[in-house]
């Protein structure tokens, strides 16, 4: 069985550009979340969704930040503009659902903004 | 904001050697997680022990859980090199699957 599919593995960008990020979760999996992971630190949780709805975006800055599920399967994150602060590994995670403890992640995508 | 702390934040052992990792965390919990995350991958599930568990064991993995101190340890009996990852605790609190995750401990297991 596939895994929780990331791409890309890397991306440097520079600052005040846009760059996107995109994940497959685990076949079935209902709830998918964005988590990002700065050096030598735990994940943060960015976004939750549960199929198509974000369900806790609390954490998530708006102003540069957006989010997307279509279809409640793949789901995309998107910077713009980026800034030298956002330079980290942003990871996806997957969940058969709430409750169900478990979540399975993808290896992330490592951001570098010059 | 990170629920959890690890203690310690790096961990050296000889190979053999059993490595202890605690995790104490600031509210209720429904369940508490441990990963690991080798260097640069993702995070990879170990465990989970329920708020109503005490401790819970998974090959050469031991955890705790003592919710009146709001804490929780890791125990890797006889280490191997191939042990060495950051390990991080997790809590699943509230209604739903929402995991706050701690800031992890840096074990490194020699040869």
């Known amino acids: 069985e596939a895994g929780v599919v990331q791409s890309p593995r890397y991306k440097i960008i520079e600052k005040k550009q846009p760059v996107a990020f995109w994940c497959n979760p685990i076949?079935?999996?209902?709830?998918l979340y964005w988590y990002l992971q700065n050096l030598g630190q735990g994940p943060e949780l960015l976004i939750r969704y549960e199929n198509e709805e974000a369900v806790d975006d609390s954490q998530l800055p708006k102003d540069r930040f957006s989010a997307e599920r279509l279809k409640g399967v793949d789901s995309t994150l998107k910077i713009q503009p980026a800034e030298l602060g956002d330079s980290a590994v942003y990871l996806c995670?997957?969940?058969?659902?709430?409750?169900?403890?478990?979540?399975?992640f993808g290896e992330g995508s490592r951001l570098t903004v010059l | 904001s990170q629920q959890g702390e690890e203690d310690p934040q790096a961990l050296s052992i000889q190979e053999g050697e059993n490595a202890t990792m605690n995790c104490s965390y600031k509210t209720s919990i429904n369940n508490l997680q441990w990963y690991r995350q080798n260097s640069g991958r993702g995070l990879v599930h170990l465990i989970l022990?329920?708020?109503?568990?005490r401790e819970k064991h998974s090959g050469r993995l031991r955890v705790t859980l003592d919710t009146s101190k709001k804490s929780s340890s890791l125990l890797i009996t006889a280490s191997r090199a191939a042990d060495t990852a950051s390990y991080f605790c997790?809590?699943?609190?509230?209604?739903?699957?929402?995991?706050?995750f701690g800031t992890g401990t840096q074990l490194k297991v020699e040869l």
């Open positions: 076949s079935g999996h209902n709830t």
């Open positions: 022990i329920r708020s109503n568990e």
């Open positions: 997790a809590t699943e609190t509230g209604g739903g699957n929402k995991l706050t």
């Open positions: 995670a997957s969940s058969l659902g709430m409750n169900t403890g478990e979540l399975f």
